[in-house]
């Protein structure tokens, strides 16, 4: 029991200071407890204001429509993504490298009223065209390219032509 009693002696003895620290932390306690309360406060205003949201809907509401606009544009950007591909498939056999070469083909007919003309999808094929003009008659010929290369014989001017079509390249 004597402990008991030094420690009531010392408390009466420091009372004076002890009740002066222990308002001092209430004091900081309750300031602490108010920064928290306006924090906490501001924090239910932000969450409130979401919950709102645009036309009165909540953030659920909103977050699914969302959900369901990403999937359709997903959906879309797959279609496109197809619709690309078969795009590319065709570009490929579209005709689209060019060559023309003009030419006099006979003597005596000025202007160079001739001319080979090839015709080459992106892999080389397709085929070369050639018009030969004279005074007195004129004839076309058509000749099938594949890969770059006449499958029959060629001119000059036709190989010329292919020659060009192809980029200035040989065919591979």
């Known amino acids: 029991m004597s402990l008991l009693r030094e420690l009531n002696l010392w408390a009466a003895e420091y009372a004076g200071a002890l009740s002066i620290a222990l308002t001092g932390l209430l ?3 309750a300031v602490i407890f108010l920064r928290l309360n306006a924090r906490l406060q501001k924090l239910i205003r932000r969450y409130s204001s979401l919950m709102q949201g645009v036309n009165q809907a909540n953030l659920e509401a909103l977050l699914e429509q969302q959900v369901e606009l ?5 959906a879309r950007l797959s279609e496109a993504a197809a619709a690309l591909e078969q795009l590319k498939v ?8 060019v060559g023309l070469v003009r030419y006099n083909a006979f003597d005596g007919v000025g202007g160079n009223q001739s001319f080979s003309l090839a015709l080459l999808d992106a ?3 397709g085929f ?4 030969l003009f004279g005074r007195s008659e004129s004839a076309m010929y058509c ?17 010329e032509a292919i020659c060009q079509a192809m980029g200035g390249r040989e065919a591979e």
């Open 90 to 97: 065709q570009v490929r056999s579209s005709l689209q490298r």
């Open 143 to 159: 000749k099938a390219v594949e890969k770059g290369r006449p499958v029959l014989p060629c001119s000059d001017e036709e190989e």
């Open 128 to 131: 070369v065209l050639s018009s």
């Open 123 to 125: 892999e080389g094929n």
């Open 27 to 29: 004091v900081i306690v």
């Open 70 to 74: 990403t999937r359709r544009q997903e």
